[in-house]
């Protein structure tokens, strides 16, 4: 039995990427300057009260420089992932989109063979067929025969990209969000 975290560590990687994105967004911001201002409005509340003249509150500048390094490393590591599942999203699309063109392709293939072979039939008749004058009722029926090889295969083609058709038209490819909802 496995718990919640390791279950599925993709979905954990991008819910932890959602929110360290959140943090990098306006409203981050905001909250960020606010608890700042907040603990300088603190201080000198306390100074007030305390009456004291002068601040003990100082800012290490080593402190500070871990924080924005901090900071940027996670911002980067955020927009790496996005980018990284933006990729991925195009990438699976495109895949799905050329699996797609190459069943056209040998549907196209099919019917291209096809008429092929009808017209290298009709201008290459077998030898008993050959010396027969055209309205000769043998000759006429082999005519029919290659016809109706040729349209039972491409209607065949066709069926099958119609009910192709049917199933992109009741299961459309999904669009690559890249971070949109």
């Known amino acids: 039995m496995s718990d919640g975290w390791n279950a599925n560590p993709t979905s954990a990687v991008s819910a932890m990427t959602s929110v360290l994105a959140g943090l990098f967004s306006i409203s981050g911001l905001v909250a960020f300057t606010l608890g700042v201002g907040t603990v300088y409005v603190w201080n000198h509340i306390k100074i007030v009260v305390t009456k004291r003249r002068t601040p003990k509150v100082r800012i290490n500048k080593m402190w500070a420089g871990w924080v924005v390094v901090?900071?940027?490393?996670?911002?980067?590591?955020?927009?790496?992932?996005?980018?990284?599942?933006?990729?991925?999203?195009?990438?699976?699309?495109?895949?799905?989109?050329?699996e797609l063109s190459a069943q056209d392709n040998k549907l196209d293939g099919i019917e291209r063979d096809a008429l092929q072979t009808l017209v290298s039939q009709a201008l290459s008749p077998p030898p008993d067929i050959a010396p027969l004058p055209p309205d000769?009722?043998?000759?006429?029926?082999?005519?029919?025969?290659?016809?109706?090889?040729?349209?039972?295969?491409?209607?065949?083609?066709?069926?099958?990209?119609?009910?192709?058709?049917?199933?992109?038209?009741?299961?459309?490819?999904?669009?690559?969000?890249?971070?949109?909802?």
């Open 70 to 98: 901090t900071l940027a490393v996670a911002f980067v590591g955020v927009k790496t992932q996005q980018t990284w599942d933006c990729q991925s999203q195009f990438a699976a699309v495109l895949k799905t989109r050329s």
């Open 136 to 181: 000769d009722p043998k000759r006429q029926a082999w005519g029919r025969e290659i016809t109706l090889d040729y349209f039972n295969t491409v209607q065949d083609a066709r069926n099958q990209r119609d009910a192709n058709q049917k199933e992109r038209e009741q299961h459309p490819l999904p669009e690559p969000s890249c971070g949109r909802t």
